[in-house]
T-cell receptor, first 116, second 115 residues
């Protein structure tokens, strides 16, 4: 079974600063996908960024980037130039594509607060 | 594209009552997932369907929970009888099987309160 661990329940940072959220996972699979989802107070789950395990290059999406360390099974999210709208719960998630086991497994989340 | 539509947005019911949560996936998506979110357990997958067929219901907590997908555009999650510990936010998500590795699209969730 796959597990996803987010060891930081809460974090806060000043607006415009950079913040890194940690995520580790455990799997015996070699081909999988990793995601970061954002859940603002509106409750909507929003896909932030995605990484394919077979790609060594770290994914980036504007101010959001990841540090993917496959050997260490680590997948951290870096938010640069943080904005008030980044205040949300952030969930790390893991997906493998085996028929009958195609499910997204989530970590417990990190509550991020951006301070004005 | 209206996205994944869930109803109701909020539901308050008394213990012992039947509760039905509804989901309309994105047109063309053939995979549908029901998740439950609580403070204690985070996001848990309850059940998922592929082409209207339940593939994995191992996350359904007990027999009081049941889910159906009678057609490609509608799914229900029913709790009968409801208990206070069922209070949670229930999310529906959908995806095309070809695009599962690209992530799911979630609905806005139903907040269920059982008193």
């Amino acid at each position: 079974a796959q597990t996803v661990t987010q060891s930081q329940p809460e974090m806060s940072v000043q607006e415009a600063e950079t913040v890194t959220l940690s995520c580790t996972y455990d799997t015996s699979e070699s081909n999988y996908y990793l995601f970061w989802y954002k859940q603002p107070p509106s409750r909507q789950m929003i896909l932030v960024i995605r990484q394919e395990a077979y790609k060594q290059q770290n994914a980036t999406e504007n101010r959001f980037s990841v540090n993917f360390q496959k050997a260490a099974k680590s997948f951290s999210l870096k938010i640069s130039d943080s904005q008030l709208g980044d205040t949300a719960m952030y969930f790390c998630a893991f997906f493998i594509s085996n028929f009958g086991n195609e499910k997204l497994t989530f970590g417990t989340g990190t509550r991020l607060t951006i301070i004005p | 594209d209206a996205g994944v539509i869930q109803s109701p947005r909020h539901e308050v019911t008394e213990m012992g009552q039947e509760v039905t949560l509804r989901c309309k996936p994105i047109s063309g998506h053939n995979s549908l997932f029901w998740y439950r979110q609580t403070m204690m357990r985070g996001l848990e997958l309850l059940i998922y369907f592929n082409n209207n067929v339940p593939i994995d219901d191992s996350g359904m907590p007990e027999d009081r929970f049941s889910a159906k997908m009678p057609n490609a555009s509608f799914s229900t999650l029913k709790i009968q009888p409801s208990e206070p510990r069922d209070s949670a936010v229930y999310f529906c998500a959908s995806s095309s099987a070809r695009f599962l590795p690209y992530g799911y699209t979630f609905g806005s969730g139903t907040r269920l309160t059982v008193v």
